[in-house]
């Protein structure tokens, strides 16, 4: 069993920066694909950002690129986001996933563990 803590949200203005944080305990795997999501009010929940086990393929959303950056940390196992620019629109539930087998990174159905989910506000 894996265990996601996600940490960092909060409320921050348009075009100000929060970095998320995921924490994974449990039997967790360098090997692992983590990716980052998020779920606004009334929508489906989307893909934000993902990254490989070694850390140097990263994928992005097309809302999201070139505003924010995911990374990890194998040995700490961690997973941060960097989110910058943020925008109103980026108002969500945000929420760390571990994706063990095949399939799409960008599909929420194939991550196994999931965190709590970490609340971002951004007003405008």
């Known amino acids: 069993q894996v265990q996601l803590v996600e940490s960092g949200g909060g409320l921050v203005q348009a075009g100000g920066s929060l970095r998320l944080s995921c924490a994974a305990s449990g039997r967790i795997s360098s090997t692992y694909v983590m990716g980052w999501f998020r779920q606004a009010p009334g929508k489906e929940r989307e893909f934000v950002a993902a990254i490989s086990w070694s850390g140097v393929a990263k994928y992005y959303s097309d809302f999201v690129k070139g505003r924010f950056t995911i990374s990890r940390d194998n040995a700490k196992n961690t997973v941060t986001l960097q989110m910058n620019s943020l925008k109103p629109e980026d108002t969500a539930v945000y929420y760390c996933?571990?994706?063990?087998?095949?399939?799409?990174?960008?599909?929420?159905?194939?991550?196994?563990?999931w965190g709590q989910g970490t609340q971002v506000t951004v007003s405008s």
């Open positions: 996933a571990a994706k063990i087998g095949t399939g799409s990174r960008y599909d929420a159905a194939k991550y196994e563990y």
